[in-house]
């Protein structure tokens, strides 16, 4: 087995890939991968102007995936990576999704549901941030800086 295979790191650089193609899009770069069994199961990244729909963040896409995956509504020993700190839309979602873990790069200090509501994930529920924070919050700030131009 290769060392690392299997690591926080490696999932999130599968979710920094995803959030590399919402950027090209024009779309805020936010990408998710859904892991089961250290394997990914789906992959998405947001596609609100795309899809025209506020709902389309690249967790909500992840979840919906990955549950038409398993042919069940529940992900449990499922984690999920993204590279921005969910907001409290999407940390709702992986409350009824019951998935194990929530692994996030960067922080969102503005819309991240911890500063809004900490106690929304699920009580079983793991979770951990800053995980390749900077690569992630690059590709973040990168957007909003050429948006800005």
Request: hydrophobic share 40%.
């Amino acid at each position: 087995m290769i060392p690392g295979l299997h690591s926080d790191e490696a999932f999130m650089k599968e979710a920094l890939k995803q959030a590399q193609y919402a950027f090209e899009e024009g779309e805020v770069p936010v990408g998710a991968v859904v892991v089961c069994d250290n394997k990914i199961i789906a992959r998405a990244y947001n596609q609100t102007e795309r899809l025209n729909d506020v709902t389309a963040h690249a967790e909500m896409l992840a979840i919906t995936s990955a549950a038409n995956y398993l042919g069940a509504k529940y992900l449990t020993n499922c984690k999920l990576y993204v590279t921005l700190e969910p907001c409290t839309m999407c940390a709702g979602a992986t409350y009824w999704s019951q998935l194990d873990e929530i692994i996030y790069g960067a922080h969102d200090e503005k819309r991240g549901f911890s500063k809004h509501n900490a106690q929304i994930l699920h009580p079983k529920a793991k979770l951990k941030g800053g995980v390749l924070e900077q690569e992630c919050g690059q590709l973040i700030t990168s957007f909003f800086s050429d948006l800005r131009k």
